[in-house]
C-alpha cells in the first residue's frame, strides 16, 4: 500500500502538476496562486529551462496527459482507502470524478462548457481510471466473490 501511495497517488499527482508548471501557459490560474503564495521567483526560474522544449513535445503530452495522470492518482488513493477492493457501496465514489470528467469533455462539445472537445482527453481520463483498476485490483477475484454488482 505504501508503494501505492508514492507511486499510484502521489507521483502521479506531481507529476501532471510539475508538466503544467514546466510547459502550460502562465495566464492559468494556478500562476495566480503562485504569486499570491511568493512563489513565482522559484517557478520562473524553472520555466526558463523549460518552456524552450514545448515545441517538441507532442500536444497529447502537454494537454491530455496531466488529466490521465490526476485520473490514475485519484482512483489510486481511492483505492487504498478501500483496500483494493470494488463493491457496489464503493464504486460510485470511484466513478464519480472520471464521469463528470467525460460529461465536461462532452459538454466542451456542445458549447455548455468553456474549453475545447478533444477525444484524446477521454481517452486519457478513461486509461487513467481503468489502468490503477487493473494494477491495483484483483478483478477476477472481486467478480468472483460478486463484489461488483
Given at each position: 500500500?505504501?508503494?501505492?501511495?508514492?507511486?499510484?497517488?502521489?507521483?502521479?499527482?506531481?507529476?501532471?502538476?510539475?508538466?503544467?508548471?514546466?510547459?502550460?501557459?502562465?495566464?492559468?490560474?494556478?500562476?495566480?496562486?503562485?504569486?499570491?503564495?511568493?512563489?513565482?521567483?522559484?517557478?520562473?526560474?524553472?520555466?526558463?529551462?523549460?518552456?524552450?522544449?514545448?515545441?517538441?513535445?507532442?500536444?497529447?503530452?502537454?494537454?491530455?496527459?496531466?488529466?490521465?495522470?490526476?485520473?490514475?492518482?485519484?482512483?489510486?488513493?481511492?483505492?487504498?482507502?478501500?483496500?483494493?477492493?470494488?463493491?457496489?457501496?464503493?464504486?460510485?465514489?470511484?466513478?464519480?470524478?472520471?464521469?463528470?470528467?467525460?460529461?465536461?469533455?462532452?459538454?466542451?462539445?456542445?458549447?455548455?462548457?468553456s474549453g475545447t472537445f478533444d477525444v484524446v482527453d477521454i481517452i486519457?481520463?478513461?486509461?487513467?481510471?481503468?489502468?490503477?483498476?487493473?494494477?491495483?485490483?484483483?478483478?477476477?477475484?472481486?467478480?468472483?466473490?460478486?463484489?461488483?454488482?
Amino acid at each position: 500500500m505504501k508503494k501505492q501511495i508514492i507511486f499510484g497517488h502521489l507521483l502521479t499527482l506531481f507529476l501532471g502538476g510539475f508538466i503544467y508548471i514546466l510547459f502550460r501557459q502562465d495566464n492559468l490560474k494556478m500562476f495566480q496562486w503562485f504569486d499570491a503564495l511568493n512563489l513565482s521567483g522559484i517557478i520562473n526560474n524553472l520555466r526558463t529551462h523549460s518552456t524552450h522544449m514545448v515545441s517538441y513535445l507532442p500536444e497529447w503530452f502537454l494537454y491530455s496527459f496531466p488529466d490521465g495522470l490526476w485520473m490514475f492518482s485519484y482512483i489510486s488513493i481511492l483505492l487504498v482507502i478501500w483496500n483494493n477492493r470494488i463493491y457496489k457501496n464503493n464504486i460510485h465514489w470511484i466513478l464519480l470524478v472520471p464521469i463528470v470528467a467525460i460529461l465536461c469533455e462532452f459538454g466542451q462539445l456542445f458549447n455548455c462548457i468553456s474549453g475545447t472537445f478533444d477525444v484524446v482527453d477521454i481517452i486519457f481520463y478513461m486509461l487513467g481510471t481503468c489502468l490503477p483498476i487493473l494494477i491495483y485490483t484483483n478483478l477476477t477475484k472481486n467478480f468472483k466473490n460478486e463484489k461488483i454488482n
